[in-house]
């Protein structure tokens, strides 16, 4: 049975950084599309970024550029987002995603992507 499963959230004040990881089991992330996305209470989900654990490339949505890095570790078949000079406008739920492809993000409306149970965020002072 595929599972994610992300933990690292928590309660950061803002400037502050946190390091979220997504787990695997069940599947070994070696030909994977790996993407973080967030959901804030009232909002549509949104992508943060992505990795192929192919070959390591990444991708970044503008609002993770210069603050946010992804990076997978396959002994520990884990993916990491590294988050720094955190906003309150970052508080959400954060979700992983997985997808065997050699695109970078997954497809998240096909039907072979298996997701995390979100970790949360909250930025506040």
């Known amino acids: 049975q595929v599972q994610l499963v992300e933990s690292g959230g928590g309660l950061v004040q803002p400037g502050g950084s946190l390091r979220l990881s997504c787990e695997a089991s069940?599947?070994?992330?070696?030909?994977?599309?790996i993407g973080w996305f967030r959901q804030a209470p009232g909002k549509e989900r949104e992508g943060v970024s992505c990795?192929?654990?192919?070959?390591?490339?990444?991708i970044y949505t503008d609002l993770a550029k210069g603050r946010f890095t992804i990076s997978r570790d396959h002994a520990k078949n884990t993916v990491y987002l590294e988050m720094s000079s955190l906003k309150p406008d970052d508080t959400a739920v954060y979700y992983c995603?997985?997808?065997?492809?050699?695109?970078?993000?997954?497809?998240?409306?096909?039907?072979?992507?298996?997701w995390g149970q979100g970790t949360q965020v909250t930025v506040s002072s």
């Open positions: 995603a997985a997808e065997a492809t050699s695109f970078r993000c997954p497809n998240v409306y096909g039907p072979n992507v298996h």
């Open positions: 069940g599947l070994t992330l070696d030909s994977y599309g």
């Open positions: 990795i192929s654990t192919s070959d390591g490339s990444t």
